[in-house]
């Protein structure tokens, strides 16, 4: 084996080391993000349907003490709106938290896309390297 083929050799070798490491750091962060994704997620939950709980406990109470049939439907026009808007609250608040973990994983890739351009821009120059020893040995 020639010096130039061994030196293409360990560059591949060390490229494969790089991308293997950038990969691993990749699958790491998004781990990490989609973690804490999923703990967020848990907490929101819970607390809305706590909110909700509530809300209706609330409701049921103040039922009791309803005297006419004005005073049913305007609880239940306050119960109405009430959980509208804790749901549209919600809604908007799991899109935030799904919308930083987008980002969050999509900056986390920005590394491993640079690293992928430069291990692609180093194959293509030592395949050119190898191509041009080949060339001048024949």
Not at 56 to 67: D, F, G, I, K, P
Not at 76 to 104: H, I, K, P
């Amino acid at each position: 084996m020639r010096k130039s083929e061994k030196a293409a050799a360990r560059d591949a070798a060390g490229l494969q080391a790089q991308l293997t490491e950038a990969w691993s750091q990749q699958a790491s962060r998004s781990g990490e993000t989609y973690g804490r994704l999923f703990a967020t997620m848990r907490e929101e939950v819970t607390a809305f349907v706590q909110r909700r709980l509530d809300a209706n406990l609330a409701t049921m109470r103040a039922w009791s003490e309803c005297r006419s049939l004005n005073d049913a439907l305007a609880l239940q026009q306050s119960w109405v709106q009430c959980a509208v808007e804790q749901y549209v609250d919600e809604g908007n608040r799991v899109l935030e938290t799904c919308r930083l973990a987008a980002t969050d994983i999509a900056e986390a890739a920005q590394p491993a896309s640079e690293a992928e351009k430069l291990a692609t821009d180093r194959k293509a120059a030592a395949q050119r390297h190898t191509e041009h020893d080949m060339r001048h040995a024949a």
